[in-house]
């Protein structure tokens, strides 16, 4: 079974502008969440979607959106890009099944704001 | 903000030897799970404790839970130079819909040298 994709790996953006990144999940997992990672604030969580509906957010600004796909992929976007967005996100896919929670990661996209 | 709180923050252990790292929560959880992250990529789950449970072992680790004390251990015995990586555990909180929300401690940075 192939992992958790994301893309792009890499991109640099600068103030002002917006990103979109994509996610595709393990086949067969309903679950999406996003997790932004940063050397000062640690791993935080951004959503959770299941089924296309967005079922948890953490706590972070408006900027910060997703949306999920009748296939399970999710994008997220972040509009009005500030410096302090400049971090690796990660995705992770779950099945949720049995009510375990076992979350299994992309390699992440490290985007970086200038 | 990180729920939480990982000890030691870095540890740095010789090829044979075991590696023993603690973490702390706050709330009710209904699992605990242990990640590794190695060189900032993406994260890889290792183990996965449910709050009923209070010790479990896959291959070379052994993970326990106190939920009375709100903490759990990850023992990595007989370590090898590419167990090298940082180390999270991340809780579920019990209850509500956070299905797959997690909130993930600080990390422990594990140097193994040859």
């Known amino acids: 079974k192939a992992g958790v994709t994301q893309t792009p790996r890499y991109l640099i953006k600068t103030r002002g502008q917006q990103v979109t990144l994509s996610c595709s999940p393990i086949s067969g997992h309903r679950s999406v969440s996003w997790y932004q990672q940063t050397p000062g604030q640690g791993l935080q969580f951004l959503f959770e979607?299941?089924?296309?509906?967005?079922?948890n957010k953490g706590n972070f600004p408006g900027r910060f959106s997703g949306r999920q796909f009748s296939n399970s992929r999710s994008e997220m976007n972040v509009s009005t890009l500030e410096l302090g967005d400049s971090a690796l996100y990660l995705c992770?896919?779950?099945?949720?099944?049995?009510?375990?929670?076992?979350?299994?990661f992309g390699p992440g996209t490290r985007l970086t704001v200038l | 903000s990180q729920q939480g709180e990982e000890d030691p923050q870095a540890l740095s252990i010789q090829e044979g030897e075991n590696a023993t790292m603690n973490c702390s929560y706050k709330t009710s959880i209904n699992n605990l799970q242990w990640y590794r992250q190695n060189s900032g990529r993406g994260l890889v789950h290792l183990i996965l404790?449910?709050?009923?449970?209070r010790e479990k072992h896959s291959g070379r680790l052994r993970v326990t839970l106190d939920t009375s004390k709100k903490s759990s251990s990850l023992l990595i015995t007989a370590s090898r130079a590419a167990d090298t990586a940082s180390y999270f555990c991340?809780?579920?909180?019990?209850?509500?819909?956070?299905?797959?929300?997690?909130?993930f401690g600080q990390g422990t940075i594990l140097t193994v040298h040859p």
């Open positions: 979607y299941f089924s296309e509906t967005q079922r």
């Open positions: 404790i449910r709050s009923n449970e």
């Open positions: 991340a809780s579920r909180r019990a209850g509500g819909t956070s299905y797959g929300k997690l909130t």
């Open positions: 992770a896919s779950s099945n949720l099944a049995g009510g375990n929670n076992e979350q299994f």
